[in-house]
Antibody
Framework: EVQLVESGGGLVQPGGSLRLSCAASGFTFSTSGMTWVRQAPGKGLEWVSAISGSSGNTYYADSVKGRFTISRDSSKNTLYLQMSSLRAEDTAVYFC?????????????WGQGTLVTVSS | EIVLTQSPGTLSLSPGERATLSCRASQSVSSSNLAWYQQKPGQAPRLLIYGASSRATGIPDRFSGSGSGTDFTLTISRLEPEDFAVYYCQQYGNSPWAFGQGTKVEIK
């Protein structure tokens, strides 16, 4: 059974940093593309970042480029999102999700999310 | 960058009725690389449809997707109580992999 469990969310001041983690199990993590999607309170889904499987190519939304870094540790089956220079508009629930086995960037399994609140 | 616009914003229907949700892209979505997701309050999104018309594993056949190019449709043939939720389309033909703003299907 595929499981994705996010952690690391919390309250952080504007300009601060936070690292989110997503522990994966039930599939071959090392060759699976992964992504982060966020949802501001009461709003829709916003794609944030993705990382490919074996090659490790990374992709970012313009809204986070240069501030967020996606990475993975296949020895720990864990996906990360390092967030810096955080702004109030980064406040959201952050979901990690697994890319489909077809290789296309639609997402067939999702975690339950972790809440990040950026506020002074 | 492809922008997806969903309509209507809210659909008020009764159980047993047919729901038709629209997703329009600002430019052609390559190879019908469009997916649909369902999200209920407090839950993660769930994949319903990929490739514009292929149902994901375990999705009931009352859900169907159609369309190509810039116009796509999600149809729920007969609404069940558990189908009242928010639905999002997502294009995955080109990065950034954008979502539409969502359509809420609510009980009338």
């Amino acid at each position: 059974e595929v499981q994705l469990v996010e952690s690391g969310g919390g309250l952080v001041q504007p300009g601060g940093s936070l690292r989110l983690s997503c522990a994966a199990s039930g599939f071959t993590f090392s060759t699976s593309g992964m992504t982060w999607v966020r949802q501001a309170p009461g709003k829709g889904l916003e794609w944030v970042s993705a990382i490919s499987g074996s090659s490790g190519n990374t992709y970012y939304a313009d809204s986070v480029k240069g501030r967020f870094t996606i990475s993975r540790d296949s020895s720990k089956n864990t996906l990360y999102l390092q967030m810096s220079s955080l702004r109030a508009e980064d406040t959201a629930v952050y979901f990690c999700a697994k890319r489909s086995t077809s290789g296309y960037y639609y997402f067939d399994f999702w975690g339950q999310g972790t809440l990040v609140t950026v506020s002074s | 960058e492809i922008v997806l616009t969903q309509s209507p914003g809210t659909l008020s229907l009764s159980p047993g009725e047919r729901a038709t949700l629209s997703c329009r892209a600002s430019q052609s979505v390559s190879s019908s690389n469009l997916a649909w997701y369902q999200q209920k309050p407090g839950q993660a999104p769930r994949l319903l449809i990929y490739g514009a018309s292929s149902r994901a594993t375990g999705i009931p056949d009352r859900f169907s997707g159609s369309g190509s190019g810039t116009d796509f449709t999600l149809t729920i043939s007969r609404l069940e109580p558990e189908d009242f939720a928010v639905y999002y389309c997502q294009q995955y033909g080109n990065s950034p992999w954008a979502f539409g703003q969502g359509t809420k299907v609510e009980i009338k």
